[in-house]
């Protein structure tokens, strides 16, 4: 009961006595208003997590750079940082100048405590967050990292303990209608479950609406990166996008000071989240190449439930995570493809044709970003996707709210099984 006592002191909310019962019909249906469509919603917590040394702090001072240019969000807006680790003066300013950020709209939140500048601690000072937040009228919260703003009383292991720091901080977001993203890291497991990767709670990932997470992709470069949907509760997964970490020279006092910034070079509808942390073993290629001769050879008998064509794996000795591998890449590659029947009947997969009835097939065009949207897209920067990209210019990544959405129409996230 301390820690809610406590809680209650810090948010100063007036908690209503007794049990409260809202019938259904006097709650209003309302959207969902995105700061970055489909993946970054406004009034509610988002996660970006990764490895350190990616580069999850330069995009976030990209999209810093977007929201005060007008580029996510609609209209110029103001962003407030509070980061434990990285300098504003070292890294997050040359950064914010390279990614061609408003500096007068971006604001560091610091706390003075007896003469002495520290980060902000959760929850202890939600209330004077907020007031900051309503004060710059911020549309964007960046929280880096999360973990390192926990009061010294706030276990992270803990689910119950992270969720008294991280409840405060939703009920924030809903309050100003600020978008809050948090960074997190992961640990050194082997899982492409992003749950059990992030460092810390589970309830981090659980408190989050939306958790995205940035990657090295492949797994070795020094300079190519993923930015995957790994959950979301409003919305279907969006695609993932790929950008390139570059150099930049910067001289905003005469003297050149390097630093960093991200380049959206386009995206990547056959990747995601799990396995970006788990990429393909070698090792375990034969046995994806027999399951995708299993699933060709099963189909080409006609169409079949998933089911029936995991049956036939396991009974060759194929693992399911394997057959979904290799059920996945023939699907990208458009040799095989799926459909329902009617609304109560399940996915029936099937080689791809081209004479399929209109509205039954699954339509890549409507399911994942094709060529075609790619060269026809101004707000990525790139001309002939899959092919010589432009030279490098500051792609947008959202056209004002009340134009069309920045990608294509993301895959969806429901069960193929």
């Avoid at 007036?14 to 700061?35: I, K």
């Avoid at 790139?382 to 993301?410: H, I, K, M, Y």
């Amino acid at each position: 009961m301390g820690e809610i006592s406590d809680l209650r002191d810090e948010l100063g909310a007036a908690f209503p006595e007794g049990v409260r019962v809202v019938r259904a019909d006097e709650v209003e249906p309302q959207s969902v208003d995105w700061l970055w469509e489909g993946r970054i919603p406004r009034a509610e917590l988002t996660l970006l997590v990764g490895d350190a040394g990616l580069g999850k702090s330069a995009l976030t001072c990209d999209l810093a750079a977007r929201v005060t240019r007008g580029q996510l969000g609609g209209t110029p807006a103001d962003v407030v940082i509070a980061s434990a680790e990285d300098s504003a003066a070292h890294t997050i300013v040359p950064r914010l100048i390279a990614a061609g950020a408003r500096l007068s709209k971006v604001h560091f939140v610091t706390v003075v405590t007896d003469g002495i500048e520290g980060g902000i601690v959760l929850p202890d000072d939600i209330q004077d967050l907020q007031a900051k937040i309503i004060e710059v009228n911020a549309e964007l919260v960046i929280i880096d990292p999360v973990v390192a703003h926990l009061s010294a009383r706030i276990d992270s292991h803990r689910d119950h303990s992270v969720r008294v720091a991280l409840s405060p901080l939703a009920r924030l977001a809903a309050r100003t209608g600020a978008a809050i993203v948090g960074i997190g890291h992961l640990n050194k497991g082997d899982s492409s479950n992003v749950i059990a990767r992030i460092n810390g709670s589970t309830a981090f990932f659980a408190a989050a609406r939306s958790v995205l997470l940035f990657a090295a992709d492949p797994p070795d470069s020094e300079s190519d990166r993923a930015l995957a949907h790994a959950k979301s509760n409003l919305s279907a997964h969006a695609v993932t996008l790929r950008y390139r970490v570059e150099k930049r020279v910067i001289e905003p006092s005469g003297e050149p000071i390097e630093t960093i910034v991200l380049v959206l070079i386009g995206v990547a509808p056959e990747m995601n989240a799990g396995r970006l942390l788990r990429p393909d073993d070698p090792a375990e290629r034969p046995q994806q190449d027999m399951a995708a001769e299993t699933i060709l050879a099963e189909l080409e008998d006609g169409e079949q439930a998933w089911k029936a064509i995991t049956a036939v794996l396991k009974a060759e000795g194929i693992s399911e995570r394997t057959g979904q591998r290799a059920r996945d890449e023939l699907r990208h590659a458009g040799v095989i493809d799926r459909y329902k029947a009617g609304l109560q009947s399940g996915w029936m997969w099937r080689l791809s044709e081209d004479d399929r009835e209109p509205g039954q097939s699954e339509n890549a065009a409507q399911n994942e970003p094709s060529q075609a949207n790619f060269e026809d897209s101004h707000d990525l920067g790139v001309a002939n996707f899959g092919g010589q990209v432009n030279p490098p210019v500051r792609p947008q990544l959202e056209t004002p709210r009340s134009s069309a959405r920045f990608d294509t129409p993301p895959e969806g996230s429901g069960s193929d099984r």
